[in-house]
């Protein structure tokens, strides 16, 4: 039901054209629920809650110039609301979620996803605009001790992903295999493979014939995102780093790291640092131990990951010094990789194995 006599009053707010479009039609075809306008980001939709006096907002949270869990604080602070977190960031238990839900929101939804659909999900949204329109909000002021506090990261999870992989002896081959198999589409990808320097770019370049994604040998300061591939050149190490929310590559030639350059632990603990909870981290076929610790940091960081198994690899060094160290979540066949990294990208939840 609506508001008395009248409909629910909605503002929608969303950087993204399309999803302002889709979410005002779908919430228009309910008589108790009227859209009153949309806003493209936080800034744009101070400016139009005094002037069209909404009832509820449904609010993402990645937009630019300020993110939506600011926005919500400042809102449930200054000016009180019902909002609606809508957000491909907040799955259902998730931190981004519960943070949402401590800063004020009346509830959580998750953008349509894999298993979720446009349909479903404007069913659920209706309902829920509906309760939130009868919710009581209230001033929400900081505490001394919070405001002396050191700040607390807005957000927990970034929609880029980082997948970092490690090999060596039959990694070439084991490499080929699981790019084949992953889409376009796919997390950006960091590779250390063991190999020489005059080899790297050459390697690169092959694997870019059979990979729907784009293979390069990695360049100082090349952004690590969705479909493209970074193989560490042969005469340097790789590490990765962050300005913002875009990650990047950073090279530096240094000694030897477990007799490597490059190393996978070099590689690896630069994603635990820089991505945490953000990555996926393979180590597959190799001799030595190189990548063993820095993967265990990345799993102590929140990131998943995964070891190609004994029988499937050409030598079991590297994962097995990685699986007796406690750091392999998941155990598989290199033929069951990519399924298993895309698994989890799809879930959601990268950091859950």
């Given at each position: 039901?609506?508001?008395?006599?009248?409909?629910?009053?909605?503002?929608?707010?969303?950087?993204?054209?399309?999803?302002r479009q889709i979410l005002t039609k779908d919430l228009s075809t309910d008589r108790d629920i009227e859209v009153v306008g949309t806003a493209t980001d936080p800034y744009v939709a101070r400016d139009k809650?005094?002037?069209?006096?909404?009832?509820?907002?449904?609010?993402?949270?990645?937009?630019?110039?300020?993110?939506?869990?600011?926005?919500?604080?400042?809102?449930?602070?200054?000016?009180?609301?019902?909002?609606?977190?809508?957000?491909?960031?907040?799955?259902?238990?998730?931190?981004?979620?519960?943070?949402?839900?401590?800063?004020?929101?009346?509830?959580?939804?998750?953008?349509?996803?894999?298993?979720?659909?446009?349909?479903?999900?404007?069913?659920?949204?209706?309902?829920?605009?509906?309760?939130?329109?009868?919710?009581?909000?209230?001033?929400?002021?900081?505490?001394?001790?919070?405001?002396?506090?050191?700040?607390?990261?807005?957000?927990?999870?970034?929609?880029?992903?980082?997948?970092?992989?490690?090999?060596?002896?039959?990694?070439?081959?084991?490499?080929?295999?699981?790019?084949?198999?992953?889409?376009?589409?796919?997390?950006?990808?960091?590779?250390?493979q063991h190999m020489p320097q005059q080899f790297t770019k050459a390697f690169a370049d092959s694997l870019n014939e059979v990979s729907a994604m784009h293979v390069t040998e990695a360049r100082p300061g090349d952004t690590v995102s969705p479909g493209k591939v970074l193989i560490a050149p042969g005469s340097h190490h790789m590490m990765l780093k962050r300005s913002g929310?875009?990650?990047?590559?950073?090279?530096?030639?240094?000694?030897?790291?477990?007799?490597?350059?490059?190393?996978?632990?070099?590689?690896?603990?630069?994603?635990?640092?820089?991505?945490?909870?953000?990555?996926?981290?393979?180590?597959?076929?190799?001799?030595?131990?190189?990548?063993?610790?820095?993967?265990?940091?990345?799993?102590?960081?929140?990131?998943?990951?995964?070891?190609?198994?004994?029988?499937?690899?050409?030598?079991?060094?590297?994962?097995?010094?990685?699986?007796?160290?406690?750091?392999?979540?998941?155990?598989?066949?290199?033929?069951?990789?990519?399924?298993?990294?895309?698994?989890?990208?799809?879930?959601?939840?990268?950091?859950?194995?």
């Open positions: 039901m609506g508001i008395g006599s009248r409909p629910v009053r909605v503002l929608v707010i969303d950087d993204s054209a399309v999803v809650i005094v002037k069209l006096k909404p009832d509820v907002l449904t609010l993402d949270i990645e937009m630019p110039r300020m993110d939506g869990l600011t926005f919500l604080r400042k809102i449930m602070r200054y000016h009180p609301l019902p909002v609606i977190i809508v957000s491909s960031l907040t799955a259902r238990g998730g931190e981004l979620a519960m943070e949402a839900i401590e800063a004020g929101a009346v509830d959580v939804m998750c953008k349509p996803g894999a298993a979720y659909k446009v349909g479903d999900m404007t069913i659920e949204l209706i309902d829920k605009i509906k309760a939130a329109a009868q919710a009581k909000v209230y001033k929400r002021v900081p505490t001394q001790q919070s405001k002396n506090a050191a700040p607390k990261l807005a957000l927990t999870r970034t929609t880029n992903k980082v997948i970092a992989i490690g090999t060596s002896t039959g990694g070439t081959e084991a490499l080929r295999k699981v790019l084949a198999l992953l889409p376009s589409n796919t997390p950006g990808i960091v590779v250390v929310a875009v990650y990047m590559v950073h090279l530096k030639e240094g000694p030897c790291v477990n007799r490597h350059r490059p190393s996978v632990d070099v590689l690896f603990k630069s994603v635990a640092r820089f991505a945490g909870q953000n990555a996926i981290g393979v180590i597959m076929t190799g001799m030595g131990n190189d990548g063993a610790q820095g993967l265990l940091e990345m799993k102590q960081a929140g990131a998943s990951t995964v070891g190609q198994d004994e029988q499937s690899c050409v030598v079991y060094g590297m994962p097995r010094e990685a699986h007796k160290l406690g750091a392999v979540d998941i155990q598989c066949a290199l033929d069951r990789i990519p399924q298993k990294i895309l698994q989890l990208v799809e879930a959601g939840q990268i950091a859950a194995a």
